[in-house]
């Protein structure tokens, strides 16, 4: 059985969304497809060698960690006027092109935060509450032991949004004493988020918690 490569559903797209930062339905699929491309070449030459699948390598925090500076590096290259932010840890993780000096700030306003999560729905922790424009990737990952490597789904996106949120759309996670705090959005701030910024839904029929919004065909 051959190493599957997974493209991008065409028909799960959202036409009708209003993109920030000139980005474009087109920019996001091939973002999405590029890293489909990337896991297709290393799976395909990890099984050639005997090697265990590379989303099956890696702990979960750093396949996000991993995907979120992926789409950020695809999502830039596709992009008319985004670029990588330089500064080390910098916010955004996508600024606007000779925005800021040398394309590097530690915080600004102007650009996209890039997420990834196997969260439905796409909540997801940060480090600290603040208005910005979110992007965030919803994937999944088949880890059903019980069959073999290659009989499992590869690494899938389901969900994409991008949309504006605000200070107030969040709610602080209090870690304890030895814990890092952070901020994940409540209840309205994540209904908003998901409202407004859907770009992209593709969850199997069966998989409950599909939204009605799932399809625009």
């Known amino acids: 059985m051959p190493i599957t490569r997974q493209t991008v559903d065409l028909s799960k797209f959202n036409r009708n969304i209003q993109l920030p930062y000139g980005l474009r339905i087109s920019d ?5 497809q590029d890293v489909y491309d990337f ?18 390598m890696l702990r979960p925090a750093n396949l996000t960690g991993t995907l979120s500076d992926m789409l950020t590096d695809t999502l830039a290259k596709h ?40 969260k439905k729905g796409g909540a997801v922790d ?19 032991k019980a069959k073999t490597a290659l009989e499992r789904d ?4 389901r969900e994409v949004y991008i949309a504006e949120v605000r200070t107030d759309d969040f709610r602080r996670n209090d870690r304890g ?8 959005l409540h209840a309205d ?8 910024g859907l770009v992209y839904y593709d969850w199997p029929s069966n998989v409950s918690g599909q939204s009605s919004k799932g399809t625009w065909r």
Do not use: C, W
């Open 189 to 196: 701030g994540v209904a908003r988020f998901r409202e407004e």
């Open 177 to 184: 004493e030895l814990g890092t705090r952070t901020a994940t």
């Open 28 to 32: 996001i699929q091939m973002a999405m």
């Open 126 to 144: 940060m480090h600290g509450a603040r208005n910005q424009t979110l992007a965030v990737f919803v994937y999944s990952v088949d880890n059903d």
């Open 39 to 56: 896991f297709f070449d290393m799976n395909s030459h990890l099984h050639q060698n005997g090697l265990a699948r590379l989303d099956d």
């Open 154 to 157: 590869f690494l899938t996106f």
């Open 79 to 118: 992009s008319r006027t985004l670029v990588p932010n330089t500064y080390h840890n910098g916010h955004p993780d996508l600024i606007v092109r000779d925005r800021y000096p040398n394309n590097s700030v530690k915080s600004g306003t102007e650009g996209i935060e890039v997420k990834s999560t196997k």
